[in-house]
C-alpha cells in the first residue's frame, strides 16, 4: 500500500498546485480586480466559503470513488489477471477521469451552490442588485468553467506524470505471476494530436475569452460611475469629468495589463506542462536507443503511455526482442561452427580427438570459479575451441609424429600458436576475433616467462592465455598417445600443483584443482 499512499499524496498536490494556480491565481483575482464593488459585499466571501466547502464535500466523494478500482488492486496480495488488466487500462485512463471530475463534480459543486446563493441573495435583497447584477452571476459561471477548464489541463498532465509508476507496477506484476506482457488494447488510447489540439485551445483562447468577460465587467462598471458624472454645463464641469475620465482610463489599462498579463503565463505555464508531457518519452526512447547501440540488446522500455508514444515503445520493444532472438540464434550457430571447425582439426589426429572440445569445457569451469562475466565465458569458450587452430599449417610429419620431436620440428611446431593468431586476424570484421585472438596465441606461455611464442611473464600473460594453459595442459597430460598412456588425473593436478607459480598462473591453477578435487570427491 506504500505505492498507493504515495500516489495519492501526489494527486492531492497536483490538485491543490492546479486549484492556487486556476481558482486563487486567476479565479479569485479576475472576480476581485474586475468587480471592483465585489471587494465592498462582504457577503460574497460568505457565499464562496459555503460553495468551496460543497465543492470540497461533493469532489471527495467523486475522487475516493475514481481511487477504488486502483485503491483495491495495489491492497490485494494476490490479485487476478482479470483483475490485473482491469487496473492497467484503469490506470492509462486515470488522467482522463481527472479532466472528468475537474470539469463535472468540481466545477458544479462550487458553481451551482455559488450561483445559486448568489442569485437568491439578489432577488430578497441580501446583496445589492446594483453592485452584482444577474448579468454577472451569468459571467461569473462562464468564467467559472473557463477556470475550471485550466485547472483541468494542468491536472490532467500532472497526473499522467504521478499515476506512471502505479502503471509500471501493475506490469511488471503481470509479467512476474502471469508471463503476461500488458499492452494497448489498440495502438492509440489518446493520441497526441487530441491533446495538442485540446491543450493549444485551451492555452490560446481561455486568456482571450477571460479576458473578454471580464472587460464587459469593466465596462459596465465604469458606464455606472460616467452615468454619476453631470452634465457638461460649464467649463469647470468640462474639466471635472475629463479629470475623471482620464482617471478611468488609467485604471482601466493598469487592470488590461494584469489580466493580460496572467493571461500569458497560463499560456507559458501549458505550454510547458505539453512539451515536458512529450519530452519525457521521448528522452526514454533516446537512452534505450543508445543502450542497444552500446551492445545491450536485451534493454525493454516499460510502455506507460496512452498516445502514438505507445506505438513506440511497442515498436522499439519487439525489435528488442528480434535483435535479442537473432544473437541467440547468431550464438548457437558460431558455437556450432566453433565446436565443428575444432572437431575437424582434430579429427586429423584421430589420438587427440575431442581436445579442443574438453580444453574449452575445462577452461569454461575455471572461468566460472574466477568470477568471469557471461560475455567473457562465451569469448573464453570460443578462444578454447580455436586454440589449435594454427596447427592446420604444421606438416603431418610433424604433426603426427610419434617418436621425439627433434629441435627443427619442435620450433615448427611452436608456429602453431603464431599462425593461429595470424588465422584469426584474417577475418572480417576485425573485431569478431579480438577478443579470441590472446588466448589462440599465448596458451603455451608460461608463467616463469620461459614459454612461447614471446616469453612473456606473469600477468602480462592475457587472461584467456593463462586459463587455457592450464586446461590444455591437463588434458594433454591425461589423454591417451601411441607412444604412451595418459596419466591419472591425480597425478595430472599433482604436477600442475607443483607447477604453479613457474609454469602456470597460481591463481587459477589453484581454482583449477579445488574444483577437479571438488567434483571428484562429489
Known amino acids: 500500500m506504500n505505492l498507493y499512499s504515495e500516489f495519492k499524496k501526489k494527486l492531492i498536490r497536483n490538485y491543490l498546485t492546479g486549484s492556487i494556480t486556476a481558482v486563487a491565481g486567476v479565479g479569485a483575482v479576475f472576480i476581485f480586480t474586475t468587480l471592483t464593488n465585489a471587494a465592498r459585499e462582504p457577503k460574497l466571501a460568505g457565499i464562496l466559503i459555503i460553495s468551496v466547502l460543497c465543492m470540497v464535500i461533493v469532489e471527495s ?57 448568489t442569485a437568491l441573495s439578489i432577488k430578497y435583497s441580501l446583496i445589492s442588485a446594483e453592485l452584482i447584477p444577474y448579468d454577472y452571476v451569468v459571467l461569473a459561471c462562464i468564467g467559472a468553467l473557463l477556470v475550471a477548464g485550466m ?29 503476461v506482457h500488458l499492452t494497448l488494447a489498440r495502438p492509440v488510447h489518446l493520441s497526441i494530436k487530441r491533446k495538442i489540439q485540446i ?96 551492445g545491450n540488446s536485451q534493454t525493454r522500455l516499460v510502455n506507460v503511455y ?26 548457437l550457430m558460431l558455437e556450432s561452427f566453433f565446436s565443428t571447425f575444432a572437431a575437424t582439426l582434430d579429427a586429423r589426429d584421430p589420438y587427440t580427438a575431442g581436445h579442443s572440445l574438453r580444453v574449452a569445457e575445462l577452461s569454461v569451469v575455471i572461468g566460472k570459479k574466477a568470477g568471469l562475466s557471461q560475455q567473457q565465458i562465451f569469448n573464453l569458450r570460443k578462444s578454447a575451441l580455436l586454440h589449435d587452430i594454427g596447427k592446420i599449417g604444421i606438416p603431418d610429419g610433424v604433426l603426427l609424429k610419434e617418436g ?18 595470424d588465422i584469426l586476424s584474417q577475418v572480417q570484421p576485425p573485431e569478431a576475433m579480438r577478443a579470441l585472438i590472446p588466448g589462440v596465441k599465448y596458451h603455451h606461455e608460461r608463467y616463469d616467462g620461459k614459454g612461447y611464442p614471446e616469453g612473456l611473464t606473469g600477468n602480462s600473460i592475457p587472461l584467456f592465455g593463462r586459463i587455457i594453459a592450464v586446461a590444455d595442459a591437463f588434458d594433454a597430460m591425461t589423454s591417451d598417445r601411441p607412444y604412451k598412456k595418459g596419466m591419472t588425473a591425480e597425478k595430472a593436478l599433482s604436477i600442475i600443483e607443483g607447477g604453479r607459480g613457474t609454469q602456470w598462473d597460481p591463481y587459477f591453477a589453484d581454482l583449477f584443482i579445488q574444483q577437479m578435487k571438488l567434483q571428484r570427491s562429489s
Open 61 to 117: 466523494y467523486f475522487f475516493n470513488r475514481q481511487l477504488k478500482v486502483i485503491r483495491e488492486f495495489l491492497s490485494e496480495e494476490s490479485p487476478s489477471l482479470k483483475m490485473t488488466e482491469k487496473a492497467y487500462f484503469y490506470a492509462l485512463d486515470f488522467p482522463q477521469k481527472t479532466v472528468t471530475r475537474i470539469l463535472g463534480p468540481h466545477f458544479l459543486g462550487i458553481t451551482i451552490p455559488g450561483a445559486g446563493l
Open 151 to 179: 485547472h483541468a489541463l494542468i491536472e490532467f498532465f500532472l497526473t499522467g506524470k504521478a499515476v506512471q509508476p502505479v502503471i509500471r507496477h501493475i506490469q511488471q506484476l503481470a509479467a512476474m505471476q502471469f508471463g
Open 199 to 294: 491543450s493549444i485551445v485551451f492555452i490560446g483562447t481561455l486568456p482571450l475569452i477571460l479576458f473578454a468577460l471580464a472587460t464587459q465587467v469593466r465596462l459596465d462598471e465604469i458606464s455606472k460611475i460616467l452615468e454619476e458624472v453631470p452634465g457638461m454645463a460649464g467649463t469647470a464641469e468640462f474639466n471635472k469629468f475629463a479629470d475623471v475620465s482620464s482617471s478611468l482610463t488609467s485604471s482601466y489599462w493598469s487592470w488590461a495589463v494584469y489580466v493580460l498579463l496572467i493571461g500569458i503565463i497560463f499560456a507559458i505555464i501549458g505550454a510547458l506542462l505539453l512539451y515536458r508531457d512529450m519530452q519525457q518519452p521521448m528522452f526514454e526512447l533516446k537512452t534505450a536507443m543508445n543502450e542497444v547501440k552500446n
Open 306 to 331: 496512452p498516445d502514438e508514444f505507445s506505438v513506440l515503445f511497442n515498436g522499439f520493444n519487439h525489435m528488442s526482442d528480434a535483435i535479442v532472438k537473432r544473437d541467440y540464434e547468431n550464438r
Open 404 to 421: 621425439s620431436l627433434t629441435e627443427d620440428e619442435f620450433t615448427l611446431i611452436k608456429r602453431h600458436t603464431v599462425i593461429g593468431a
